[in-house]
Structures are given as structure tokens and as C-alpha cells.
């Protein structure tokens, strides 16, 4: 009997069982496939989701970057650029206000039917940043050209319950230009995020001048005449002899006080007091500065509202720009102050003083004019007014003076300016030591305070 025969597949049966095999491969393929695009799709979203949300954070902290500066800024105009028009108002003033107590209320924009809060916002475009700073109203944005997201932020201000002295900034960034950021876009946002900090206002001044002209050591006072228009008021407080005597040409006191000598004796104090030591690591003449505005002179100087230049050989022209430009700032000159005689100098008014502190000597050259309203503080040893046609301060001066004689301060006084002793500008002095107006003073945040980030 013949075994069976072995089977043995056709060449077509073997053809279609590598077909089943290879659909099979493929539609597991096709579903490893399937599964890893979405995986891949949900990646991009989340990725594209984390992006828009870390551009609208990134935006609302530049937002609260900006509102501090622009806080310690000078004067703006409708879009927020600086101008020295003279009518405009600086930032601090459009949106916040002193109630006189010591106490930062937010500037509300009345309504018909309520007061709300003012608010300035910014979109960035290609070139940088354009914004809207309006003094009532909403602000109005544009979307610039171009493709992009066109990221944007608009911050406002809050009082902070139960410390009258801080202010609450929150800013609100967007991913894109939408109406979470400007109420005038029918659009949402893709994201948006706000956050919050605090920020203080520090005073400029820790002291009222006590003179129309202080000085830490001795005085050589010229043919400087002192005026002090206040009974009790003092024209001189050095820490030193000024030589030579005060006579009654060199003095005068309240309108129709005669200068008898007792008179003249309250207008001149010598108070050796004045001329302190060195300690702490400060100089004699830092720590002088620092009994005048609390921090040393290169801790000021780097304080945000405190506007720096150096006018080298002739200031005039640059001083009075910043001045017109930055209202309610302190000036800081490194270096001497150098005004020439090509036009006159009018820094302040009455109403609206300055503050100058000059990191070397005054020098007002032959037939020029000045007029300054406010405070003068000199850390040089002279004030060189020879042949000037006139040179007058109204408020008061304060000079460090050298650190080589004996008491060490001594000042020099060349020529004749004037120095009137001003009651209303060391009043308005008084309001800058009890933080009741927001002159002069920086706004920083506050330590420990937080930041709420928002969806």
C-alpha cells in the first residue's frame, strides 16, 4: 500500500496567506499609526495652548514692568510717549491721586452711572510696544499690521484695604489683541493671564529744610544776601563760623521787621552738630546726605524717579528741558552745574518746585540769570556766582562742602546770589516728608507682596 501524498500548498494559496499576513501588518501599522498622529495632534495643542498662555503671562508681566516705570516717569502724552509740552500730565498724576492725609487714592473716571477705574493698555507690533494712556475714558487700540499674534496688556490700579499708603497694580495680558485686554475689540483673546503686586511710595525727603541755606561745616558767604520771610525763620544754619560776620546788608528777615541785632542773631544758628563723622561705612558728608533724604547719594541716584544727566561744560539748555519734561522728579547732576549766559534759567515755580541735586559745584557765569524754586542740594564746596546779573534761589540750599578743614564741610559762596528762605515751598517740603502729595518720591513694590495669576 503507496503512503499518502504529502500536501503541499499552491503557489496561489501561498500568494494569499502573504496577503492576509501583509493587510494584517498593515492595518496594525495603520493603527499604531493613527494612535501616535493623535498623540501628536494633542501634543500640538497642548504645546500651541502652553504657548498662548505663557505669551499672555510674559505679557502681563511686562505690563506690570511697565506700569512701575511709567509710574516713575515724567510727562506723557495720549500715547503714553514722553513729551516736555508742559500741559501734559505725568503717569502718576492721570491715574492716581493724594487725598492729603497720606493716603494714594486711584483717579476714578466718572461716568453717568458710575465712576470707573482709568486704565492704559498696550499691543505689540513689530517695531515695540504701542500703547494708549488716556486721561478718562477706556484706551484704543489699534491691531498693527503684518502677520503675528500681536500680543497685549492693559493695567489699572487699586487702593489696598487697610494700608492707605500702598497701591495695588494688576495688569492683564493677551495672547492676541482681544477684548479681555481692550473692551473696544468685539474679539476674545486665545489667552489671557493678570497679575497683581503692590507698590509703595517712598518719600524723597526725610527732613524739612531748617534754612534758606544749610551747610555742614563753615561758611565763606561772599556778598550773598539771606532772606528769611517768616518770623523765626533762619537764613543760615551752618556747622561752622561764617565768615565774614553777617551785617545787616548780608540779611533780611520778614517784611517790616526792622533788623535789629537780636534779629539778626535768630536768622544765623551755628551748630557744630551739623558737621558729623564718618561711620557705617559712609563718609562725613554721605551720612550728611543721608539725614536728608534717607539713603545714601548713590542709592538715590539710582532710585527709578530720579532723572540723571550730565550737562558737562553748559547745562542750561539741558536742565531746563528736564525739568519741563520730568515734573515732581528729582534732577541729578553728575558733576558740576554749569549755567552759562546765553539765556536765563527758570527751574520751578511756586506752585510746582523742583528738586536738584547737583554731585559737584554750582557755577553760574558772568551776566547770567537764574531763578530757581525749591531745593537746592550741592555736594561740591563752592557756589561761584561771579558776575552774574542775578542768581536767586527760592526755598532753600543744603552743601556738604569739603572734607579737608577743621570743622570739615566748609563751603564758599562767590559773588552775590540771593537765597530766600520760602515758608510755602518748605511746606510743600513738610507734604513730601508725610508722603501727602506724590512729588519726588519712587513707587517700588513692596517686599512680600504677591502676584495672583489669572486664567
Known sequence: MKPAAAFRPTAAARGAAALVVVMVLFFIMSLVAAYASRNLIFEQRTSANNYRST????????????????????????????????????????????????EIQVRPWPTDTVSLRIRAACVRSASGWVCSCPNSGSP???????????????????????????????????????????ASVSAGADAYAEITAQVALTPALTQVPAAALMVRGGLARGDARFVADVPGAVAIYSGGAVTPAITDANLGGPPGTPLVQAVIDRLVVVDSTLSIAANAGLSAGERFFLATFGVPPDALRLQPAVHRLSCGAECRLALQQAADAHPGRILWIDGDLNVGADAPLTLGSAGAPVILVVNGNLNFASGSTATIYGLVYSRGTRLDATGATGVTLHGAAIAEGDTTSTPAGHFEIIGAPQLFYDADLVSRAREIVARQVLDFGSFARVPGSWRDFGS
Open 140 to 182: 484704543t487700540l489699534s491691531a498693527p499690521g503684518g502677520a503675528g499674534p500681536a500680543p497685549a496688556f492693559r493695567v489699572a490700579f487699586e487702593t489696598v484695604a487697610g494700608q492707605p499708603d500702598l497701591v495695588k497694580v494688576v495688569s492683564r495680558g493677551c495672547s492676541s489683541l482681544g477684548n479681555a485686554c481692550d
Open 55 to 102: 505669551q499672555a503671562l510674559e505679557a502681563a508681566e511686562a505690563g506690570l514692568e511697565w506700569a512701575v516705570a511709567m509710574l516713575n516717569g515724567g510727562r506723557i502724552d495720549a500715547a503714553c510717549q514722553p513729551t516736555d509740552d508742559g500741559v501734559s500730565t505725568p503717569f502718576r498724576e492721570r491715574y492716581l491721586q493724594p487725598l492729603g492725609n497720606g
